[in-house]
Nanobody, 121 residues
Framework: QVQLVESGGGLVQAGGSLRLSCVAS????????MAWYRQAPGKQRELVASITHYGSTNYADSVKGRFTISRDNAKNTAYLQMNSLKPEDTAVYYCNADVFPVSISIWKSYWGQGTQVTVSS
């Protein structure tokens, strides 16, 4: 069974930084795209940033220049470095990954349980 576990969320003042981590565990043959999404209260879940297996990245306009997504393929881990945080970045942040598990031998999308990020003004 494949699991994604996020960590690194918390409470930070506006202008501060946080680094989120997402570790994929289980019987994994390969991981394709990894991404971070967020969902604020009363809003739809939105894509924050994504990264391909080979390191190509994509960002939401609202976080460009402030957030950086990266990954360590050897550790099945993705990171989201968040700088210059704003109160509007407050949300639950979710990790998503396209995984090729050993057990079922097809690509499948997995989600983590989410980690809360709160930015105070």
């Amino acid at each position: 069974q494949v699991q994604l576990v996020e960590s690194g969320g918390g409470l930070v003042q506006a202008g501060g930084s946080l680094r989120l981590s997402c570790v994929a565990s289980g019987s994994i043959r390969s991981i394709n795209d990894m991404a971070w999404y967020r969902q604020a209260p009363g809003k739809q879940r939105e894509l924050v940033a994504s990264i391909t297996h080979y390191g190509s990245t994509n960002y939401a306009d609202s976080v460009k220049g402030r957030f950086t997504i990266s990954r360590d393929n050897a550790k099945n881990t993705a990171y989201l470095q968040m700088n210059s945080l704003k109160p509007e970045d407050t949300a639950v942040y979710y990790c998503n990954a396209d995984v090729f598990p050993v057990s079922i031998s097809i690509w499948k999308s997995y989600w983590g349980q989410g980690t809360q990020v709160t930015v105070s003004s």
